[in-house]
């Protein structure tokens, strides 16, 4: 019988091993996510992966690996099938806050029992629908609340532990900085 954890955790040893990889080769810190989506009907997408690249090698094994379906809920006109794309965006911070904090924490020394997020998209759809010219489109409030469970750890380090997951988590960062975004059609 296998036993489910929810501790999040990594391998010290490779993120050392990562690390200095990438300190001795620079280009393997260039790496390029990509998804291919498509409209499904209506307000739905579906968008599958696509190449991982990494120093600029593609690794196509992660092409269509993984299908990921959005919609919007009932009151924002969508058939609310799936999660909306406001939610994606919460799901990748989440999943990135989880991972930064196995990172940070593994570098410390810090044994995490488990990690909840509770993540906010606050939002003003008039500026979204052309009411007001002034408001925002896009969230004009994120926000994650953190419960750590750390038998060993005090409240002091888990303090600390939150304010460097904000200075370092990279989906936080792509929120919370202009970052280019680049349209076109092709």
Excluded: W
């Amino acid at each position: 019988m296998s036993t489910v954890t929810t501790q999040p955790s990594v391998d010290q040893t490779a993120v050392e091993a990562t690390v200095a990889a990438v300190t001795a080769q620079r280009e393997l810190g260039q790496v390029t996510f990509t998804m291919r989506s498509q409209s499904t009907g209506r307000l739905t997408a579906k968008t599958q992966t696509g190449p991982l690249t990494q120093a600029g090698v593609p690794d196509e094994s992660r092409l269509g690996k993984f299908t990921l379906h959005s919609d919007e809920p009932l009151g924002l006109l969508g058939t609310d099938t799936a999660v909306s794309p406001a939610e994606f965006l919460l799901k990748s911070l989440a999943g990135c806050y989880t991972a930064t904090l196995a990172f940070l924490a593994a570098a410390r020394d810090i044994t995490l029992d488990e990690v909840r997020l509770t993540l906010g998209f606050e939002t003003d759809l008039s500026g979204f629908l052309g009411i007001d010219e002034t408001v925002r489109k896009g969230a004009n409030k994120v926000t994650v609340d953190v419960e750590i469970d750390s038998v060993s750890t005090s409240r002091e380090q888990l303090e600390e532990l939150v304010k460097a997951l904000e200075a370092t988590s990279p989906i936080r960062d792509t929120i919370a900085n202009p970052v280019v975004v680049t349209t076109r059609l092709v």
